[in-house]
């Protein structure tokens, strides 16, 4: 709601099925070279890819507003944050015996953690519930003011946790190993850093951002505490590169399948 103008009929059908395809191709993509890419702006490119080929209208102030200034403002928030969480506690824990810190924070990693997988759902999930109630408004099953319904909920909750499960693993060795080797108190001032920007942008200000830069850049600035050269530098650069290639690549291939779509049963 808010990017495109709901297109309609079977057109519809064939611009959501190929917005879908063209992020579906880029988050396979960047999984494979183990890239933490953003999957809403990746959907969200994939949304104004194909409406742009399917002659829907793009609500250009709503992508500004929704999509590109919180791809700005979002990694900026959670680098400055999660250095300062992190300054905290060094501080805080600065006489602590530092093996018993470390147990302690690894404990207290299973709550930090579970509120970033909470937080996750917040943002992604909602997201995955738009796609699904739009394709049952196209089809007329439901009114766009109709609440969304409970299966609708369970299914995309499921299909989160089992994607996370299944396919996660490359990309959390790119965040916990390959950035910086995180330790368990680094660990829990990213996550917290990560699940309380997640938790304010979705119940005080309502604005979809992306799990991925979020965490992302919390490990940067956690990492940045123990010394600038820390953070292998390098390998943020090609992630924050695939950030800003991610909605025009996913747009490109949302195009290009639409055309097809098109061409073969429209």
Known sequence: ????????????????????????VWNL???????????????????????????????????????????????????????????????????????????GFRIAQTVSAAGMALGHGLQDAQKTMGVVVMALVIGDVQKSDDPIPVWVKIVCAVMLSLGTYAGGWRIMRTLGRKIIELDPPQGFAAETTGASIMFATAYLFKAPISTTHVITSAIMGVGATKRVNAVRWGVAKNIVLGWFITMPAAALVAAASFWVVDLAFL
Do not use: Q
């Not at 709601?1 to 579906?24: D, Y």
């Not at 959907?43 to 609500?59: E, K, M, N, P, Q």
């Not at 919180?70 to 905290?88: N, T």
């Open 1 to 24: 709601k808010g990017l495109i103008a709901t297109p309609e009929g079977s057109k519809g059908m064939g611009i959501l099925f190929a917005a879908l395809v063209g992020a579906i």
């Open 29 to 103: 993509v960047t999984w494979y070279f183990g890239l933490p890419s953003s999957s809403s702006h990746a959907l969200f490119g994939g949304l104004v890819g194909a409406a742009l080929a399917g002659g829907t209208r793009v609500l250009w102030s709503g992508v500004v507003d929704k999509v590109i200034i919180p791809m700005f403002l979002s990694p900026v928030v959670g680098l400055i944050v999660g250095y300062l969480v992190m300054c905290a506690i060094m501080w805080l824990f600065r006489r602590a015996n530092p093996h018993k810190a470390k147990r």
